[in-house]
């Protein structure tokens, strides 16, 4: 599983917490499926248990996974989660188009480029 990129400036912990927030999110995990153990994970990626269950807390934290002592963590049923998501990415579209045009750019160009994108 190569979900850890060294080249990213985030902590470990925070981009296997964002690995499967979009898992979570897009719906190829399932509520209630079951996530790796913490032990597992961290052999997988070749990192120190610690940091897989750092992840999991700010997970279950966020409401994408509760945790059944002695059976593991699981992904929890929360459609609010990507409700919440799309306000959090609306949120930082609407301060890129304020800086573009605080920056007298052409807010217009700018989403032509943006779609190019895609």
Known sequence: MALINYQDSR??????????ELMILSGVMKPDEQLPSVRTLAIEL?????????AFTDLENHGYIYSVKGLGNFVKENPSLRDKKKSELTEKIRAVFDEADMLGFDVDEIIKEARALR
């Open 11 to 20: 902590p470990i912990y925070e981009q296997i917490a964002s690995h499967f």
């Open 46 to 54: 070749s990192t120190n248990p610690n940091t897989v269950q750092k």
